[in-house]
């Protein structure tokens, strides 16, 4: 059974107060910064069975910038996990860049996505509000 964040690929290291994190990436050199998870979503369901799933992190790095890594997972014999990650300037890019990525928004990412919009920074980038 899968770890619910298979961080084997990636490394941290420790620090009083914000970590340094090196992400690995498919076809780019690695990311590496400091700073602190803000959430994380993980759509793998144990009782479907799943056997291809989605582990998305956001970040945001000691200089003010986010990070969005999205991992997708697979068991499937032949096929390869791949691993992405971007340094984004603006709350609003990490929604610009998972439309893009997944396509649509699984309702666990959707979540996230919910619970980033209590952040200041965050508000509006989700929820459409309407009077």
Not at 100 to 105: A, N, S
Request: aromatic share 8%.
């Amino acid at each position: 059974m899968p770890s619910k964040h298979m961080q084997t690929q990636d490394t941290t290291q420790d620090t009083p107060t914000l970590k340094l994190y090196t992400l690995r990436r498919d076809d780019l050199p690695p990311l590496r910064f400091r700073g602190e998870v803000i959430d994380e979503s993980d759509t793998f369901n144990p009782v479907d069975s799943s056997t291809r799933w989605v582990e998305v992190t956001v970040y945001r790095t000691a200089g003010g910038r986010y990070i969005l890594r999205v991992a997708h997972r697979t068991q499937w014999q032949g096929e390869s996990d791949t691993l992405r990650a971007w340094s984004l300037s603006r709350p609003s890019d990490i929604r610009d860049h998972l439309r893009e990525d997944l396509g649509h928004i699984p309702d666990d990412v959707s979540r996230m996505l919910s619970r980033l919009e209590e952040l200041p920074e965050f508000r509006g980038i989700w929820v459409e509000e309407v009077e």
